[in-house]
């Protein structure tokens, strides 16, 4: 089945350390985001992505870097420079939208970070 | 930019009717979304308003006013499953940055 699969679920990090978390879609959509959601808080955008080698900063990309060398993935990396970055992380994809027609995202599990 | 607010938290007892309000400040978007959550899981598409006036789909229905800044979810014949965070969303005019709002919990009691 079409879907998007995020990798792993779980994630310790310890300080000074990156980590990446893996967002992998077989939905063929153009394009994918990654944000974050904090104890009953709404999500936050880090990073999209409308194509292809090319990405955008959302509102808190400060310590995030992403990729986009392939449709199908779109990896965050949580680098040392983020300094809270305990939350979780949900991946998602769409087609790319042209003027109001919608196209919904598409959400992964998500991954849950937390600091060792 | 953009702005949405909801209600934090929403009660309501199995088959009654409830409506959960966004309001928003912004500078130009295409169109509101619903999205549901439930604990711990992955947000799933409910809704899409492009034009004011009111969606149905099955026992959800969404509204949305751009003259007043304004739209809601409308949850018909409540459900135990129905327990969950709702949060409205916008799509940025110019681009596909989507703006989420904060989220309101819903709490379906028997």
């Known amino acids: 089945d079409g879907g998007i699969t995020q990798s792993p679920k779980y994630l310790f990090r310890k300080e000074g350390q990156n980590v990446t978390l893996s967002c992998e879609q077989n939905?063929?959509?153009?394009?994918m985001y990654w944000y974050r959601q904090d104890p009953g808080q709404g999500l936050r955008l880090i990073y999209y992505?409308?194509?292809?080698?090319?990405?955008q900063k959302g509102d808190i990309a400060e310590g995030y870097s992403v990729s986009r060398e392939k449709k199908e993935s779109f990896p965050l990396t949580v680098t040392s420079a983020q300094k809270n970055p305990t939350a979780f992380y949900l991946c998602?994809?769409?087609?790319?939208?042209?003027?109001?027609?919608?196209?919904?995202?598409?959400f992964g599990d998500g991954t849950r970070l937390s600091i060792l | 930019g953009q702005s949405l607010e909801q209600p934090s938290e929403v009660t309501a007892v199995e088959g009654a009717i409830v409506q959960i309000n966004c309001t928003y400040q912004t500078s130009g978007f295409y169109g509101l979304s619903w999205y549901q959550q439930h604990d711990g899981g992955a947000p799933t598409f409910l809704s899409y308003?492009?034009?004011?006036g009111l969606e149905e789909t099955g026992r959800f229905s969404s509204f949305l006013s751009r003259s007043d800044s304004y739209g809601y979810l409308l949850l018909q014949e409540l459900q135990m499953k129905d327990s969950a965070s709702y949060f409205c969303?916008?799509?940025?005019?110019?681009?596909?940055?989507?703006?989420f709002g904060p989220g309101t919990r819903l709490s379906v009691l028997p």
């Open positions: 939905l063929n959509h153009d394009a």
């Open positions: 308003n492009a034009l004011d």
């Open positions: 992505s409308q194509i292809v080698n090319d990405f």
């Open positions: 998602a994809s769409s087609l790319n939208s042209g003027g109001s027609s919608n196209q919904p995202q598409h």
């Open positions: 969303a916008v799509r940025e005019a110019g681009g596909q940055n989507f703006v």
